[in-house]
């Protein structure tokens, strides 16, 4: 896969088929009506709402609930893709395909392939980064400048030294940390560094994949806006 980059400590990707940051949107949207937002199609003017300037997502999932609290003013570019991920419902059945005990835990790839082909370029310009990738900050995974779409990880630990690589934490774990940290994590690293499953092949065949393979994987069983 292109993208990847090889760091001296375990490293995060967003596998893009053609990674790069061409397409980017540079500068803030518009706000847009907060209408109903639908992941299917991703270039609708309601999935691209402008977040409120604070918000709580509820995780359901199927080791338990959690609670991301997030402030826009932390990554307004971030903040508003993760509003309209989560209010469209686009992180329901999704695997939390990559987990590493003591450094993160990733997901966003959907589980249906023709959903993530139509992400695949839904590419949104890099934020500042204000915030340090402390315990429980939440942040976009990437595959260089620009090139941010719809995987995020939650840090298990002090991971300050991805600060000056760009990713920019837009919130934070303020319910339900114990339940993130149970997510299961005995795959380890992904292919081909580790045992766990390709991201390239989950884009290709989606959940069926992971079901087939990766069975004990945990898995969002429903994602809402909670507040405001």
């Excluded at 397409?23 to 270039?43: S, V």
């Excluded at 949104?124 to 995987?151: C, E, H, K, W, Y």
């Excluded at 840090?155 to 920019?168: H, I, P, Q, V």
Aim: proline fraction near 6%; hydrophobic fraction near 40%; include cysteine.
């Amino acid at each position: 896969m292109t993208g990847r980059r090889t760091l001296s400590v375990p490293w995060i990707v967003l596998a893009l088929s053609a990674a790069g940051a061409a397409g980017c949107r540079g500068g803030e949207r518009p706000a847009a009506a907060a209408g109903p937002a639908d992941y299917h199609d991703p270039t609708s003017a309601a999935m691209s709402a402008r977040a409120p300037a604070a918000f709580r997502a509820r995780f359901e999932t199927s080791a338990g609930d959690f609670v991301i609290e997030v402030h826009r003013d932390w990554a307004p570019r971030g903040a508003d893709r993760f509003y309209n991920l989560v209010r469209s419902g686009y992180y329901d059945g999704v695997r939390f395909f990559r987990v590493i005990s003591g450094f993160m835990a990733q997901f966003g790839i959907h589980g249906d392939p023709q959903v993530s082909a139509a992400w695949r370029d839904q590419r949104i310009a890099d934020d500042p980064v204000r915030r340090t990738n402390l315990r429980g900050m939440v942040s976009f995974a990437t595959a260089g400048p620009g090139t941010r779409t719809t995987q995020v990880f939650i840090n298990y630990g002090s991971n300050d030294r991805l600060d000056a690589m760009g990713f920019a934490p837009f919130g934070q774990v303020v319910e339900g940390m114990d339940v993130v940290e149970r997510l299961y994590a005995a795959y380890g690293e992904g292919a081909p560094r580790g045992r766990g499953p390709d991201q390239g092949r989950l884009q290709a065949q989606g959940n069926a994949y992971l079901e087939r393979d990766f069975g004990k994987l945990d898995y969002v069983r429903r994602a809402t806006i909670v507040a405001p």
